[in-house]
């Protein structure tokens, strides 16, 4: 897998620090993704809704929306999302979880999708897509509670 280099050096150094803390099984199921991949899966889950779930073009174009990134959107194509997770097991309540909510922005990251804020980013819950933002953007997001939008628009508005 590959990501940009920063991420990758505050990434390892939060897996060693996991690991020091007892956190040892971690798994990167994701990372760097061409456009060309995340267009295979964005139609992959559109197939499955149409057929699997038999929900209507509309319906369906409405649940891929709200769980895959537009291709050519996807925090994936920068190099800055990881998606860490637990072989097997549904990463929600688990003690990796836990302690990336708890300790992830003292390296940099956030966790992207949180469930309370899917009504200003458009994505459903995903406890396991990290985003490095930085120490500094990500310290204040988890003290403010703000998701990548919020901090933007507080933030970065006079560069849009």
């Not at 991949?37 to 891929?64: H, P, R």
């Not at 194509?77 to 860490?84: F, K, N, Q, R, S």
């Amino acid at each position: 897998m590959m990501a940009d280099a920063e991420t990758i050096v505050a990434l390892m150094e939060m897996l060693k620090d996991a690991h020091a803390d007892g956190i040892t099984v971690w798994q990167i199921s994701e990372a760097y993704r061409s456009v060309a991949d995340q267009q295979k899966i964005w139609d992959d889950k559109y197939q499955k809704y149409l057929t699997v779930n038999g929900l209507s073009d509309e319906k369906a174009l409405e649940a891929v929306k709200r769980r895959v990134a537009t291709p050519g959107s996807s925090e994936h194509h920068t190099g800055l999302a990881l998606d860490i997770t637990v072989p097997g097991k549904s990463f929600h309540d688990t003690e990796q979880h836990k302690w990336l909510q708890e300790h992830c922005h003292e390296y940099g990251f956030v966790i992207r999708y949180a469930a309370e804020k899917e009504y200003i980013t458009g994505i459903s819950d995903e406890p396991w897509h990290i985003r490095y933002v930085g120490i500094e953007a990500a310290k204040m997001m988890k003290e403010e509670n703000w998701c990548l939008e919020e901090y933007i628009q507080k933030y970065c508005r006079k560069f849009l």
